[in-house]
């Protein structure tokens, strides 16, 4: 039994498979959910501790996690009537946002922790929810080395490395810089089925050709049956990776490829693509220009 008493926030597609590999682990964890149905179901199943709201679940634990939706959602676990911060902290308590959100959330949360006596961490995490099942998570990491050090076994049961990049924020910008780069890529495969489709040849034929040569990648191999299938079932929701170019271009991001990838996805979203998986770029690019 690992000795260290974890409290957790969000039990998303994300947050629920990562609480599964904490409790496997063997660390004692209790949790909180805004609909408090899907703690209640982690309870039965798993036998954690369920808190009915922030300031409840930092009580007798030493590292408090979040992996919550956006910005909104964490600043209100902290700074809500009945948040993270509304009570006394133990001195020197952990606390770890595994969140996507603005490194300028980052720090203001940071700052806010330091005066409470406690220390904050971003560490969001590359890898959707199959990596989030297997314990094969990328995660990034800002803040003080001796706080990366205290959290490393909580890595270790979550992913399949992590990396500390730098102060507050800099996890934040490492993943914001990712997921730009998945869009753009999610985009350019996208136009080029589209492309070849136009021109007689098909998807499924593009995309062998695709995944059976030198600019085969993970994300292409993932999301090719998704294309051919027409299966759209999310595991990363488009509306998140659009929160997060949009959390980018808030931090200058302004370049060509990634100011086209914004407009595609507000578009995407304007056609009420959000709910369906990212590769629903495809799904949208397909519909306005094949033809």
């Not at 959602?73 to 993270?84: D, F, H, Q, S």
Request: aromatic letters at 6%; a negative charge.
């Amino acid at each position: 039994m690992n000795q260290l008493k974890i409290g957790w926030a969000g039990l998303g597609n994300m947050g629920t498979p990562m609480v599964k590999n904490l409790v496997k682990a063997g660390f004692n964890v209790k949790v909180y959910n805004r609909t408090a149905a899907k703690a209640t179901e982690l309870q039965e199943k798993l036998g954690v501790q369920v808190a009915t709201c922030p300031k409840h679940l930092v009580e007798d634990v030493d590292i408090v996690i979040t992996m919550l939706t956006d910005d909104v959602a964490l600043k209100e676990v902290y700074e809500g009537p009945e948040g993270i911060l509304s009570v006394t902290l133990p001195i020197d308590m952990l606390a770890i946002d595994m969140s996507t959100v603005s490194p300028d959330t980052t720090r203001q949360l940071a700052t806010l922790c330091e005066a409470a006596g406690i220390w904050y961490m971003d560490a969001p995490v590359s890898g959707s929810v199959k990596p989030a099942e297997e314990a094969q998570l990328v995660i990034m990491a800002g803040g003080r080395p001796e706080d990366f050090e205290r959290a490393k076994p909580i890595f270790n049961a979550l992913g399949k490395a992590a990396y500390l990049l730098g102060e507050n924020g800099a996890g934040n910008y490492a993943k914001l810089a990712i997921n730009t780069f998945l869009g753009i890529t999610l985009q350019g495969l996208s136009e080029a089925v589209v492309f070849a489709k136009n021109n007689g040849v098909s998807p499924e034929q593009i995309l062998t050709l695709i995944n059976g040569g030198p600019i085969a990648s993970v994300i292409s191999n993932t999301k090719s049956r998704n294309i051919i299938n027409h299966d759209f079932t999310p595991a990363f929701p488009l509306s998140l990776l659009a929160k997060d170019i949009r959390l980018a271009k808030g931090q200058g991001m302004d370049t060509p490829m990634g100011n086209a990838l914004f407009i595609t996805l507000q578009e995407a979203l304007a056609k009420g693509l959000g709910a369906a998986d990212m590769i629903a770029i495809y799904q949208y690019l397909e519909h306005e220009y094949a033809v």
